[in-house]
């Protein structure tokens, strides 16, 4: 197996993982807030990562060869990804803030990649992205109702901080453990954000369906799939995890139609097809 189709794999394991995020909040309590079970997932993933770390002697003994830039851009970039995701949801709708969030993402990942490191990705790449892209518009096109345009800007600032996010996990390969710099990052997310736990409520995350909301999140959604990624962007490139990546909404769109009983149209089908294609042709014409 090809480093690139190991780095793939693990990034469509998190993603697998990631995409129980929608799900999972769907169970919350009505009186909970999106800013609350964000710092809930920190703080719970956090801790999980903070066990297995001890537990398998993976903290860091120095830290004189972190990239604390990058460091710093990792932190920022998933803050505002949240922040600007979850915002343009409010404004704009799962379906639009979904498709421009995820289908910008990839090229800005292209973008910066090529502005600070002039790497240029695949023709391969830009094939099955495209694809991948087209698949996502599809998945969520009965959705889709864009009535205040400028709002759109919300989900392409969304694709940008993911994007400087991917990049910047590239950035920590052969310096830190994935569990361990996922540790930092999500510890320092934990604090940033602390404050909203005094300015929202938090009794809801105490109720039984709260408490299993943000467990379900904290374990899988970060102590887990966080560290696969950053795992896949050990062996794989950046542009190429971002578009793999794409098949998160993919994973959501079973689990609604599965376990939420939502309606499975052609044009959604044809859209988890296309994503599926791409992605596997991605992966084949790359390994």
């Not at 809930?40 to 860091?60: E, S, Y």
């Not at 990792?74 to 600007?84: A, E, H, R």
């Not at 966080?226 to 998160?248: D, H, I, Q």
């Amino acid at each position: 197996m090809s480093a690139t189709v190991k780095g793939c794999f693990y990034v469509f394991l998190a993603s697998v993982f990631f995409s129980l995020t929608g799900t999972l909040r769907t169970f919350a309590p009505d009186e909970s807030t999106t800013y609350v079970i964000t710092e809930m997932r920190m703080i719970i993933g956090f801790i999980c990562l903070l066990i297995w770390c001890l537990a398998t002697g993976k903290m860091p003994r120095s830290y004189r060869n972190l990239p604390f830039t990058w460091l710093l851009v990792c932190i920022v970039g998933s803050i505002g990804y949240q922040l600007l995701f979850f915002g343009s949801v409010k404004v704009v709708g799962v379906a639009v803030g979904t498709v421009v969030a995820m289908g910008v993402t990839p090229f800005w990942t292209a973008i910066i990649a090529w502005a600070i490191f002039k790497k240029k990705p695949s023709k391969a790449w830009y094939i099955s992205t495209v694809i991948a892209v087209i698949g996502v518009v599809m998945l969520n096109l009965t959705e889709l109702d864009i009535e205040e345009p400028i709002y759109l800007l919300l989900p392409v600032l969304a694709g940008f901080c993911e994007a400087f996010y991917i990049v910047g996990c590239a950035q920590f390969v052969g310096k830190l453990e994935p569990e361990t710099t996922i540790l930092i990052i999500v510890g320092s997310m934990a604090i940033i954000l602390a404050p909203f736990l005094w300015i929202d409520p938090v009794a809801w995350v105490f109720t039984p369906s709260g408490a299993v909301v943000c467990l379900g999140l904290g374990v899988i959604t970060c102590g887990i799939a966080f560290p696969l990624f950053m795992v896949g962007v050990r062996y794989a490139p950046p542009v190429t995890c971002s578009t793999v990546n794409m098949v998160e909404p993919v994973c959501a769109a079973c689990l609604g139609i599965f376990l939420l009983g939502e309606p499975a149209t052609l044009m959604s089908i044809s859209g988890i097809a296309l994503i599926c294609f791409s992605v596997l042709y991605l992966v084949y014409m790359e390994r």
